[in-house]
């Protein structure tokens, strides 16, 4: 019988090695190139590779100490997600890519952060 193993729950999102305040589900992308297929008259001929960013996306909590201006700023950052199965993504001369909004609700704040590929630890 297979032993029951976590694969989803508590996150820790940092910046520059700072901690913030995650909520909910985050999203990330390593950064694999995108392929698509190559279609002649005789069907499938191969295929084509862009690159494409690396992201971590998801929301934070806004707070007293949170400074928005200096996070929706952030350039040339080491931003990280750990997740709940115990894998870390890793972005460097990470960016933020995020749209600047936060909503007064629940003191949310969007943030995506982009790169070059991510490592996967």
């Not at 929301?59 to 997740?83: A, C, M, P």
């Not at 115990?86 to 704040?109: C, N, Q, S």
Request: aromatic share 8%; charged share 25%.
């Amino acid at each position: 019988m297979p032993t029951a193993e976590r694969v989803g729950g508590i996150i820790y999102v940092k910046i520059d090695g700072a901690t913030q305040r995650a909520k909910g589900s985050f999203t990330y992308d390593l950064g694999a190139p995108q392929r698509k297929s190559v279609i002649g008259a005789t069907g499938v001929d191969g295929y084509s590779e862009t690159p494409k960013a690396a992201y971590i996306e998801g929301e934070i909590t806004d707070s007293i100490s949170t400074d928005l201006k200096s996070l929706f700023n952030v350039t040339d950052s080491t931003v990280t997600l750990e997740v709940a199965n115990g894998k870390t993504i890793v972005l460097r001369h990470a960016y933020y890519t995020g749209d600047g909004t936060a909503t007064t609700e629940e003191g949310a704040v969007k943030i995506k952060f982009e790169s070059a590929p991510a490592e996967e630890i």
